[in-house]
């Protein structure tokens, strides 16, 4: 009996040069690990455009296959936490990076990177959910412990992009007056639609201002960095915080120390890959609550797996909106 065999986008670097490929593989290419699913979705996120186009130096191994998240389904499994059938998430970990990751129709991994799918909610809208809306629901979460600024906006920068819609929405759904910047105007009936109450333009945070404006922002999610975040600091009110996630802006920027020690800002750094499970299941529930599948396909794009590295460029040219879904298997009909 022959074995199985499934396609899988791989990236292999060496000497000869970078090649980027689907390949037909059997099972037993795949790593050791104790759970083998079936890919049935993964998600193309700004590190993943990075890793596909060369970009970034994002692989730490090669050949793989990048990908950072996905959702699928168990067939064979060593862990006593899972059995075949089971619909599991997975975001992290260093898969896509180090470890083969979800461009691939089967992959083996550790257990303990696994998180059960939450109940009601579809392998779809998992990824749609994905590294980004893990992202930006522990932003919220980390807001949350701190207190927002009765009376403030909240801010959310990138806010058309994956981290951002999904946190926008987020916020909205909580009861937040949410002030959505972009460097995209055009998408503003996106983002009204996904609960921003105002839109702001980008370039009025970059721009070089004071040292301190205005008290105005009660909270704020940074995706972006660089010059945007030294503008978003600028005009946290007195006692607020910032929850920074992103770099697409640039991963330095020069400030002063005057948000902190004279309005008492605290500026939170968010880490998604290593959240230990416990945390991550909080952060599953929350998100399936908070998120119907209505919002969700507001906003999503579902490509095919052939198309992927054609949006690998789209992505790392700022040219997509929301959350890009990946049908893996080829099996979605929308």
């Known amino acids: 009996m022959s074995e199985e065999r499934f396609t899988a986008l791989v990236v292999e670097e060496g000497a000869d040069g970078r090649r980027v490929e689907f390949r037909e593989l059997p099972l037993s290419a795949l790593p050791e690990g104790e759970v083998l699913v079936k890919v049935a979705y993964s ?19 090669s050949p793989l296959a990048p990908g950072i998240d996905f959702a699928g389904t168990v067939v064979e499994s060593a862990d006593p936490r899972y059995r075949p059938g089971d619909n599991v998430v997975l975001t992290g970990w260093g898969v896509g990076e180090r470890h083969w990751g979800g461009y691939s129709q089967y992959t083996r991994v550790k257990g303990e990177w696994l998180v059960p799918l939450p109940e009601g909610m579809t392998l779809k809208h998992a990824m749609t959910i994905g590294t980004a809306g893990f992202t930006a629901m522990l932003c919220v979460l980390a807001l949350e412990r701190h207190g927002f600024i009765p009376g403030r906006e909240v801010l959310v920068t990138g806010a058309a992009g994956g981290v951002g819609s999904v946190a926008v929405a987020l916020l909205a759904k909580a009861g937040h007056k949410v002030i959505a910047a972009t460097g995209r105007p055009h998408e503003e009936a996106y ?14 945070l ?8 205005s008290e105005r922002w009660g909270g704020a999610i940074d995706t972006v960095g660089g010059a945007v975040l030294a503008g978003v600091l600028r005009a946290m009110a007195m006692r607020s915080a910032v929850a920074i996630c992103g770099n697409a802006g640039g991963a330095e920027f020069t400030t002063s120390v005057y948000p902190f020690i004279l ?18 299941l909080v952060a599953w529930e929350r998100l399936a609550s908070d998120l119907t ?21 789209q992505i790392t040219n700022a040219q997509t909106r929301g959350r890009v879904v990946v049908d893996v298997q080829g099996e979605d009909k929308k």
């Open 43 to 61: 998600t193309l996120n700004y590190k993943d455009g990075l890793a596909i186009t060369g970009k970034g130096k994002i692989l730490r191994s």
């Open 191 to 204: 983002l009204r639609d996904l609960g921003a109450s105002g839109i702001l333009d980008r370039n009025v």
């Open 206 to 213: 970059s721009s070089p201002g004071r040292p301190l404006e």
């Open 263 to 280: 309005r008492g800002v605290t500026m939170i750094g968010i880490e998604s890959v290593m959240v230990p499970r416990a945390e991550r």
């Open 293 to 313: 599948p209505e919002l969700l396909d507001r906003m999503t794009t579902v490509i095919p797996f052939a198309e992927l590295p054609a949006y690998a460029e």
